[in-house]
């Protein structure tokens, strides 16, 4: 079974709590989108492999750490995911980009795919697939076969904010896939949106309601 991490550490969770107050703007919610996802990236990649270098400094020769140059391929889920991908770029600049465009039908909650752009190694790389809100878990586990039916074998998740049936339904469809999250919240409303949660990820980051 994959294992969920959740980052407690006390700046991610103040400035999601500052993402959770419906009084925050359009634009200080998009730049903590951006200050937090930077800080859970820092976690997540704890465990990047490293190899030895040899580096002169300005007094002597000597054996260093660097990374191993794992490549890496970040994956948002749009479009809230792309309030993400700057963040994670911040860290590690050259990872590859590829996009997946799913939304959930208002009625069903069912996600439904509208666009799928992978690099094409897809299946070399280590992938970051990245939305904030993992809610029925029905877009991330979708998002998540579509990356595997490119090829990747190497996938994580992160998100912001998980509902307890989204990591378990997550973990169900993709016992291989590592959980990164800021935040369990308690469970789901009628309208499948996470409480306490932070409202419509989308239209925060975007201003669209
Ligand atoms: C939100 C969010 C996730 C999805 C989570 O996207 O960004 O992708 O809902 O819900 P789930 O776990 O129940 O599938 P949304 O469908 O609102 O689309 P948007 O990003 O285009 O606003
Ligand atoms: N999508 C969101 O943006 N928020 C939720 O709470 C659930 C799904």
């Known amino acids: 079974m994959s294992k969920v991490y959740v980052f ?5 969770q103040h400035k999601v709590s500052m993402m959770r ?21 820092f976690e997540a990649t704890r465990d990047l492999p490293l190899k030895d270098v040899e580096i002169e400094t300005p007094i002597c020769k000597g054996t260093f750490k660097m990374l191993a140059g794992e490549d890496i ?45 992978l690099p094409e190694d897809i299946d070399k790389r280590k992938v970051f697939v990245v939305d904030p809100m993992l809610a029925t878990g029905g877009s991330g586990a979708d998002a998540v076969q579509l990356i595997k039916d490119k090829g990747a074998k190497d996938i994580s998740f992160m998100c912001l904010i998980a509902a307890p049936e989204g990591i378990e339904a997550m973990q169900k ?9 800021a935040a369990k919240d308690d469970h789901l409303n ?11 990820a989308g239209d925060r980051l975007y201003g669209t309601k």
């Open 8 to 12: 407690d550490h006390p700046l991610i």
């Open 21 to 41: 107050d419906k009084k925050t703007t359009t634009k200080d919610f998009r730049q903590l989108a951006q200050e937090v996802v930077t800080l859970m990236t």
């Open 73 to 117: 391929a970040i994956v948002p889920i749009l479009r809230a995911g792309l309030g993400f991908l700057d963040g994670v770029l911040s860290l590690v600049p050259n990872a590859k980009v590829g996009f997946v465009g799913l939304y959930r039908d208002p009625d069903t909650h069912e996600p439904v795919e509208y666009y799928c752009k």
């Open 173 to 181: 469809a993709h016992p291989d896939v590592d959980i990164y999250i």
């Open 190 to 200: 009628e309208n499948a949106y996470i409480v306490p949660g932070l409202g419509d």
